[in-house]
């Protein structure tokens, strides 16, 4: 029978207990006045009992004793496995579980087990599906009081996990761990497939994603599918033409983030991409590859007609001009008189005498291989 319900009330009044102690607010029948007293406390949040050390107020005299012994350094609850100490008994008890591997508290609808009551509490709201935690910021609902700190920290901009190595701050434990990787080297997730390792998990899911073709993420405009979400938002901004990223000196607009950065690199003078070879440094990775290949004299692009070699596809090109029939030996034709030329630089050059626009051409003097 429900003590809050008026059907006890109208029981015990048969049964001769003629003075109830009846809450007016939840109905709830009380032994004593006493316990009415301390029972109403809960709707109207009254806490009369003060600590003279620190000022935390309580709702009961019990709870305040409890505390006292915070400030009286009393913990005379001994843990026998470890030496931890408690102030009350039943806080040695819940830790005891730790070393016991006891889980009484089971979850009726999937059987999972917790040490804790709370702990089978809060996992309930998985299958009920009850978000008891609201942002006053945004109004989004959440099943745990911790996922609702985690999101206040957007609206608050708070950072409390810093990095000891290097001062970074991050809003959430997980960000600080996967960015510690990254000073340690540490790559704990492995491809199965290929054995290629990653710092965190999202990155190896979306590397995952190459062996398996699933490109879940499709363009809504002309089709293309994508097998990253990131790619789909940049490929996005081809059909939007916005360019979210800005720079602050210059105002120029960029659609990708990596585009601001490389851009930013004339403003700062940065050169980050550095030969280990000589020591030279380059604002991009592409241009320090192409300094290798000059420094390794490595020449990919051969010539199949003599097997000269260049380091350069361009180069290979215009050398291949030489091989050609006679009618493709000057590729390059002014389109005022027909004359024929090998390179471009000459072809402009012989332009300026129909134009009468003075044109110069800069020749780059290379010291000899002696």
């Known amino acids: 029978m429900d003590a809050k319900g008026p059907e006890l009330i109208c029981h015990l009044r048969f049964l001769g207990e003629e003075e ?3 809450c007016s607010t939840c109905g709830q029948v009380l032994p004593s006045l006493s316990d009415l007293c301390a029972h109403e406390r809960v709707h109207t949040d009254e806490k009369p009992f003060v600590c003279e050390t620190c000022g ?6 019990s709870h305040l004793q ?3 012994r915070i400030h009286t350094a009393g913990k005379p609850f001994v843990c026998e496995s470890c030496g931890k100490m408690f102030i009350q008994q039943i806080d040695l008890y819940r830790h005891s579980r730790i070393h016991t591997g006891e889980k009484p508290f089971v979850c009726e609808t999937c059987g999972k087990a917790f040490a804790r009551q709370s702990g089978l509490h809060q996992h309930s709201r998985v299958h009920s599906g009850e978000k008891p935690f609201t942002c006053e910021t945004c109004g989004k609902t959440f099943a745990y009081q911790t996922d609702l700190y985690r999101h206040e920290r957007i609206h608050t901009g708070e950072k409390p996990f810093v990095c000891e190595t290097c001062g970074k701050a991050f809003a959430q434990q997980k960000g600080l761990r996967q960015h510690g990787r990254l000073h340690t080297g540490e ?5 199965e497939t290929c054995g290629k390792a990653f710092a965190d998990l999202s990155t190896l899911s979306r590397h995952e994603r190459v062996h398996d073709g699933k490109k879940p993420f499709i363009c809504e405009t002309c089709g293309k599918a994508f097998a990253q979400r990131s790619g789909l938002c940049q490929h996005g901004r081809l059909h939007t033409g916005e360019k ?4 602050e000196t210059c105002g120029k607009a960029f659609t990708q983030q990596t585009g601001l950065n490389r851009h930013e690199r004339v403003h700062t003078g940065e050169k980050p991409f550095i030969c280990e070879t000589c020591g030279k440094a380059f604002s991009r990775q592409c241009n320090l590859n192409r300094h ?5 004299c490595d020449k990919p692009f051969v010539c199949e007609t003599c097997g000269k070699a260049f380091n350069r596809q361009s180069h290979l090109i215009r050398h291949e001009r030489f091989h050609n029939g006679p009618n493709d030996k000057k590729p390059l034709v002014c389109e005022t008189c027909g004359k024929a030329f090998t390179r471009q630089t000459h072809l402009t050059k012989h332009q300026s005498i129909h134009t009468g626009q003075r044109v110069f051409v800069w020749h780059v003097w290379k010291p000899s291989a002696q």
């Open 20 to 22: 109830l102690f009846v």
């Open 56 to 61: 935390k107020a309580f709702m009961e005299r």
């Open 66 to 68: 409890r505390h006292d």
């Open 187 to 191: 790559k704990p997730y492995i491809c």
């Open 244 to 247: 979210p990223f800005v720079c």
């Open 292 to 296: 290798k290949k000059d420094q390794t």
